[in-house]
């Protein structure tokens, strides 16, 4: 795979990520405005996204104090991530991918705790969460396959 595939691969799975974590921060908005609201992620009573995202684990990652600046919804963290990965994806450099593999692997971190959350915590299955895990590992994926090029170039 070239240079500039990889990079088109980061950028069309980061593209995918914001579009994903934004359609999280519409159901979280709206499931807080309508009470009993129904979203399309809504599979059944134990698949269903708009109860996770307006649980207390959908803002600060269900960490911080509800007085904190850092209680706002986990989905906007993930805006910030993939608008920052996009941004540095734009660099061909070995320490710039360096700083994107560890954000990337901070936000794997991030999926472990939240699937843990969702699996044992609220027993409950949310397909717009766990396609951000996806989106986060194929981000990973392609940064190490970058990484590997960049580090031959330099070698050559």
Same mark, same amino acid.
């Given at each position: 795979?070239? $240079? #500039?595939?990889?990079?088109?691969?980061?950028?069309?799975? &980061?593209?995918?990520?914001i /579009?994903?974590? =934004?359609? #999280?921060?519409?159901? $979280?908005?709206? #499931?807080?405005?309508?009470? &009993?609201?129904?979203?399309?992620?809504?599979?059944? $009573?134990?698949?269903?996204?708009?109860?996770?995202? =307006?649980?207390?684990?959908a803002? &600060?990652? &269900?960490?911080?104090?509800?007085?904190?600046?850092?209680?706002?919804? +986990?989905?906007?963290?993930?805006?910030?991530?993939?608008?920052?990965?996009?941004?540095?994806?734009?660099?061909?450099?070995?320490?710039?991918?360096?700083?994107?593999?560890?954000?990337?692997?901070?936000?794997?971190? =991030?999926?472990v705790?939240? #699937?843990?959350l969702?699996i044992?915590?609220?027993?409950?299955?949310?397909i717009?969460?766990?396609? =951000?895990?996806?989106?986060?590992a194929?981000?990973?994926f392609? /940064? +190490?396959k970058?990484?590997?090029?960049?580090?031959?170039?330099?070698? +050559?």
């Amino acid at each position: 795979m070239k $240079e #500039a595939n990889v990079n088109r691969a980061i950028i069309f799975a &980061g593209l995918v990520g914001i /579009l994903v974590s =934004t359609y #999280a921060m519409y159901v $979280e908005l709206v #499931a807080d405005l309508k009470p &009993g609201y129904k979203a399309m992620c809504d599979i059944s $009573e134990h698949a269903s996204c708009s109860k996770v995202l =307006t649980s207390k684990y959908a803002k &600060g990652l &269900g960490l911080v104090s509800q007085d904190s600046l850092f209680k706002v919804p +986990n989905c906007v963290y993930g805006i910030i991530f993939y608008c920052i990965i996009i941004f540095l994806s734009t660099f061909n450099q070995i320490f710039v991918v360096r700083l994107q593999l560890c954000l990337s692997a901070l936000s794997l971190l =991030t999926c472990v705790y939240l #699937a843990y959350l969702l699996i044992f915590v609220l027993r409950d299955f949310c397909i717009v969460c766990v396609s =951000t895990y996806f989106i986060n590992a194929a981000i990973a994926f392609f /940064l +190490n396959k970058k990484h590997a090029l960049l580090c031959a170039k330099k070698r +050559n």
